[in-house]
């Protein structure tokens, strides 16, 4: 999906320098790099889980501090919660229950950002979630973090 009109990545966000290089390149593209046309050309992690709604795979670059980083991203273009398709909570549910029964996740955090990428931290415009699972070999100072703004 190509809009002109609409920058797709955020390159303030970007917290790696690999990352900002790929950023780059799909900006300088105007394509959508989570849309499924293009996203094995951006994105180099295995799909884990595909559903009607979702597609689950490892964030490609997560966040200091943990031991799992999964992404739920929308399986098409949406920006906004409003422009999820009817179901789409309960299939994102199925697939955040299974991998933790997959991972064997004891703790950790679900998030999700939408709307306006200059307002809320993310780094992609297409909507998706972050499962998040802290590293057990953090230290007592070392939090992960979740930007949101």
């Known amino acids: 999906m190509s809009d002109k009109n609409k920058e797709f990545v955020n390159l303030d966000n970007a917290r790696h320098n690999d990352q900002r290089a790929v950023m780059e390149e799909i900006a300088q593209n105007e394509e959508c790099p989570f849309c499924p046309e293009q996203l094995e050309k951006y994105h180099k992690q295995e799909i884990l889980r595909k559903g009607a709604h979702w597609i689950i795979t490892r964030n490609q670059w997560p966040y200091e501090h943990t031991d799992l980083h999964l992404l739920a991203i ?76």
């Open 74 to 149: 929308a399986a098409y273009h949406v920006e906004h919660l409003d422009e999820l398709r009817e179901g789409s909570f309960d299939e994102l549910q199925g697939h955040l229950v299974w991998a933790t029964h997959e991972f064997n996740v004891e703790a950790g955090g679900f998030a999700m950002r939408f709307g306006d990428i200059k307002e809320n931290g993310a780094t992609v415009r297409h909507l998706h979630a972050h499962l998040i699972i802290p590293s057990k070999e953090r230290g007592p100072d070392d939090k992960v973090r979740f930007k949101i703004s």
